[in-house]
């Protein structure tokens, strides 16, 4: 199995919402990422898991809380988002942090927060 | 730290004809480098990767990049392209070394094949 999924595919929230993006993979691998993507523009790193544990902030407001169960899962919490916070979000996971960066994506949730 | 330079941010071609996507990046340590492919409302996929050895790579759907260390680039080529090859191409570096846990992407390359 060579494949990471996202639920849901699409999801529309209020400003007011609590909702969750959910990655899973069942690869093996020890690190896990989540990326945001704006229309037309590559993808941003937002965390870093390895081996559940976060190592990797990259200043993101405190309104995404990631979460990693355990080494196949991986959350992303979202809480009081802005509507500037509509965007793909891209997981994606690889063997560890050392050796070759080749990244495997998920096919990424549509965010839109009204 | 690594930066990619995708130097043309759209190509549009006719159907059958070669491309040249143009990647150059800029680093101080030794790198990894990849092109990903993202067709409309979908995740990235992996196209090829370079990591060392054999400078012509690869990939998959007939893509094929050469490194060039001298010219720091690592352009993406077909000879022949189809329509379902219409799609945003990205292309990546990361170091090679120590703890590389960043992918750095160009700002893609908006591919267009014409019938």
């Known amino acids: 199995d060579t494949e990471v999924t996202q639920t849901p595919k699409h999801l529309v929230m209020g400003m007011t919402n609590k909702k969750s993006l959910k990655c899973e993979q069942h690869?093996?691998?020890?690190?896990m990422y989540w990326y945001k993507q704006k229309a037309k523009k590559p993808p941003e790193l937002m965390f870093v898991y390895s081996y559940e544990k976060l190592s990797i902030n990259e200043s993101v407001p405190s309104r995404f809380s990631p979460e990693c169960p355990n080494s196949s899962l991986l959350n992303l919490h979202l809480h009081a988002l802005q509507p500037e916070d509509s965007a793909l979000y891209l997981c994606?996971?690889?063997?560890?942090?050392?050796?070759?960066?080749?990244?495997?994506f998920g096919p990424g949730t549509r965010l839109t927060v009204l | 730290a690594q930066s990619v330079t995708q130097l043309d941010s759209q190509v549009p071609v006719f159907e059958e004809a070669p491309v040249e996507l143009r990647c150059n990046y800029s680093s101080s340590v030794s790198v990894y480098l990849f092109w990903y492919v993202q067709y409309p409302n979908q995740g990235l996929q992996l196209l090829l990767k370079y990591l060392s050895g054999s400078t012509l790579v690869k990939g998959i759907n007939g893509f094929e990049a050469e490194f060039n260390k001298s010219q720091t680039s690592f352009h993406l080529r077909k000879p022949s392209v189809h329509i379902s090859d219409t799609a945003e191409y990205f292309c990546a570096v990361s170091g090679s070394g120590g703890s590389n846990y960043k992918l750095t992407f160009g700002k893609g390359t908006l591919l267009t094949v014409n019938p």
């Open positions: 690869m093996g691998h020890r690190a």
């Open positions: 994606a996971s690889r063997k560890g942090l050392a050796g070759n960066n080749e990244q495997f």
